[in-house]
């Protein structure tokens, strides 16, 4: 089976730099997911990580640790459309499936 | 890119009346696709794995005669809720992966059902 566990909410001034953290324990790990949900919307897929390290995409970075069972999203230069839920979500190398953490809500200020 | 089709985007019924969701993959073809479940504030929970020209694969604790998913084609999986009740209502989400990638799942817009 799968854990996931991840802090639920934080406000951040426009402009400055958030960490979302997300911990899991897998049996079989496949990868490692982030997706940004919008209240009422569906998920969107933000970054992919499968190998240790950090994956870089434009104001969105993405960490793994896979000994660690860790990995943190950051966000740069926030802006107001970043308020939004963030997920992580693990896949099991067994079934393929993803399993999703409970969401980070982030509500960004001006 | 990928991209699923799901609707209706809201719908409301009568308490015991049965709604069907549609969710299609309109560019690629999904022989599999998955059905979630999110209430208020709350993760996405897997439902049930739906397999083209096969039964779908529920999980634990998800009532096969209550949520049937049908999956006719390589493009259109159906999820039906069926004798709707109150306790029901959530927001349904459907979602694919491009056939034969380790993309990530591409998910539709999701459907609000509140049963009344």
């Known amino acids: 089976g799968q854990n996931i566990d991840q802090p639920t909410e934080m406000t951040a001034t426009e402009g400055a730099i958030v960490q979302i953290n997300c911990t899991y324990q897998t049996s079989g790990f496949n990868g490692l997911f982030w997706y940004q949900q919008h209240a009422g919307e569906a998920p969107t897929f933000l970054s992919y990580n499968v190998l240790d390290g950090l994956e870089e995409k434009g104001r969105f970075s993405s960490f793994l640790s896979r000994s660690k069972g860790y990995s943190y999203l950051l966000l740069k230069e926030l802006q107001m459309k970043d308020s939004a839920s963030y997920l992580c979500a693990v896949r099991d190398r067994g079934n393929n499936r993803l399993a999703f953490g409970k969401g980070n809500q982030v509500v960004v200020i001006p | 890119g990928a991209v699923v089709s799901q609707h209706p985007s809201w719908v409301i019924c009568k308490s015991g009346t049965s709604v069907k969701i549609e969710c299609r993959s309109l560019d690629f073809q999904a022989t599999t696709m998955f059905w979630y479940r999110q209430f208020p504030k709350q993760s996405l929970m897997l439902m049930a794995t739906s397999n083209e020209g096969s039964k779908a694969t529920y999980e634990q604790g998800v009532e096969k005669d209550k949520f049937l998913i049908n999956h006719a084609s390589l493009t259109l999986s159906t999820l039906t809720v069926t004798s709707a009740h109150p306790e029901d209502s959530s927001f349904f989400i459907c979602?694919?992966?491009?056939?034969?990638?380790?993309?990530?799942?591409?998910f539709g817009n999701g459907t609000r059902l509140t049963v009344t």
């Open positions: 979602s694919a992966r491009v056939r034969g990638g380790t993309s990530p799942l591409h």
